[in-house]
């Protein structure tokens, strides 16, 4: 089982900079692609970006495409997304995901992964 842990989190003004960073640890294990979702109070958690590692393609929500992005490291098994002129639509709690298995980029965008972080606060004041 793969288990997943984000960190960089926190409180960061409008137009600010901020990097998250997700490890993954576990016996025996690889990832197709990693990811990240975010869920904003009172609303459904929604997809970031991902990464496959075959090819190294990222994806990002329109959202935030211009200002994040995604990069990892498949020997450390680590992903990282950077995130730049945040604002504060941005705030919600960031979690990592990860596919251990091949499946379509549209599973991945809907969120059909096997494993997930616990999540990191992002805050944006304005």
């Known amino acids: 089982q793969v288990q997943l842990v984000e960190s960089g989190g926190g409180l960061v003004q409008a137009g600010d900079s901020l990097g998250l960073s997700c490890a993954a640890s576990?016996?025996?294990?690889?990832?197709?692609?990693m990811a990240w979702f975010r869920q904003a109070p009172g609303k459904e958690r929604e997809f970031v970006a991902a990464?496959?590692?075959?090819?190294?393609?990222?994806y990002y929500a329109d959202s935030v495409k211009g200002r994040f992005t995604i990069s990892g490291d498949n020997a450390k098994n680590t992903e990282y997304l950077q995130m730049s002129k945040l604002k504060p639509e941005d705030t919600a709690v960031y979690y990592c995901?990860?596919?251990?298995?091949?499946?379509?980029?549209?599973?991945?965008?809907?969120?059909?992964?096997?494993?997930w972080g616990q999540g990191t606060l992002v805050t944006v004041s304005s």
């Open positions: 990464l496959k590692w075959d090819g190294l393609r990222t």
């Open positions: 995901a990860a596919a251990t298995s091949r499946r379509a980029i549209s599973s991945i965008l809907q969120g059909t992964l096997d494993a």
């Open positions: 576990g016996r025996a294990f690889s990832t197709y692609a």
